[in-house]
Each structure stands twice: as C-alpha cells, then as structure tokens.
C-alpha cells in the first residue's frame, strides 16, 4: 500500500521538522510550499521531503499541486503547521483501504484553550450547518487532515483553488455517493499565525469562498486531471 501525505505550506519552518518526524514510516510527504520566504522549502528537502513549488497563492492550489504530484495509491492531506498530527494517518487510511469509508476527515478536539479560536469555531459550525442542507451530511467539522483514494479523488473534478477546496472536496464526494465518515483527532495550538482563519476577517472570506461552493448545482462528480 502506497501512500503520499500532501503538506501545503506558507512559512511553516518552526513546525516543520516535528510535522515531517511525524509523518508515517515509508509514506512519502509531498511539502508544497506556496511562496514562502522563511526558508521553508529549503528545510523540508533538508529533512527529505518531496517539494512542489506552487506559485499560485490559495489553500486549494497548494493542496490540488500536491494532489497532482501524487503517485500513491492512497493521499493524505494535512496541515503544516503542528496542529495536527500525521501519525494519526494510518487509522484513517486502513478505514478507507477496508472499504468503511471513501472519505475519513479527522474531527478537531482541541487539546488546549486558543487551539481553536471562537471566530474559527463559528465558521466552521455555519459551514456544517450548510453542507447538511445541502447534502444531507452529518458532519461536525470540515477538518483538513483528511485521506482517500487518490484516482477517486482526481474524478471529482476539484476546481476550487483557494478556501473552498476542502469543503468542494466533501461536496463532491457526497454528490458521487461516496462513504464519508468523521473520527475524532487532537488539536493543538499551531505553530504561528493562520493565514487563512486567524482573525474574523480571515474567517469569514473562508466562509464566503464556501459559500460559492455550497452554491454549485447538484451533480454527479466528473472529471479528472484540473
């Protein structure tokens, strides 16, 4: 079994040597650094990581570049900056190689006051509340350390390239049937600051941009390669 753990990453030096010690034993992690100016591509190939370099600023490019550079059979995406911990993989990548699931996201259970701020929370609470309207899933959280299939994950046709992609993912998956199932994952304080949800303003332009998500027309996934 093959797997590649997809790293997107923006001036992540501090937290990447403990999230790439982490990464499972034989899995190879793809650190797509998304301009960074810390140096953070230098390090990851350092520590021997495979580096893609993204030009185009956003979460969704980051994450579908390492999509792309993937070979594996199974892909794994999480955060690069400490708050989650890719050795919590391998569970949720034998629940979908066992055929329980199609997609396994990780439920964040913060570990410490400030993991997750309360502006962060509300976002994410909304987003659910929508994404049940609109596919009727149950879900509690739109977590980014995630794993399925990678050629599944290549026909749903993910177009979204900056904060809608997690959530255009999950949409896509339910419009093609797919299993999603949600386990419970530590979260812990990130390593600096968030550039996507890390103040109110942030949090709600993430929103926004899922929102268009949630607006797309019902259907079923197509595609391939974007």
Same mark, same amino acid.
């Given at each position: 079994m093959s797997v590649d753990v997809v790293l997107p990453c923006l001036d992540e030096a501090g937290a990447l040597p403990w999230v790439l010690?982490?990464?499972?034993? $034989?899995?190879?992690?793809?650190?797509?650094?998304? +301009?960074? %100016?810390? $140096?953070?591509?230098?390090?990851?190939?350092?520590? +021997?990581? %495979?580096?893609?370099h993204e030009s185009r600023r956003g979460f969704g490019a980051a994450c579908h570049a390492g999509l792309l550079a993937s070979d594996a059979e199974f892909v794994c995406f999480c955060d690069c900056d400490a708050s989650l911990d890719p050795g919590l993989l391998p569970g949720m990548v034998g629940t979908v190689a066992q055929g329980a699931a199609d997609l396994v996201l990780g439920r964040r259970r913060p570990t410490a006051r400030g993991a997750w701020p309360a502006h962060a929370r509300a976002g994410n609470l909304a987003l659910s509340?929508?994404?049940?309207?609109?596919?009727?899933?149950?879900l509690r959280d739109l977590g980014p350390l995630r794993a399925a299939r990678r050629e599944a994950l290549l026909g749903l046709g993910l177009s979204d390239r900056r904060s809608g992609y997690p959530l255009q993912m999950v949409v896509r998956a339910a419009d093609a049937g797919w299993k999603v199932r949600e386990v419970d994952v530590p979260y812990a304080?990130?390593?600096?600051?968030?550039?996507?949800?890390?103040?109110?303003?942030?949090?709600?332009q993430a929103v926004h941009d899922m929102r268009r998500v949630l607006d797309e027309p019902v259907a079923a996934a197509g595609g391939g390669r974007a």
């Open positions: 010690a982490r990464v499972p034993a $034989g899995w190879r992690p793809i650190v797509v650094d998304n +301009g960074s %100016t810390d $140096g953070s591509a230098a390090l990851a190939a350092e520590l +021997g990581a %495979t580096v893609v509340w929508l994404l049940r309207r609109r596919t009727g899933l149950r304080p990130r390593e600096g600051r968030s550039k996507v949800t890390g103040t109110w303003k942030g949090t709600w």
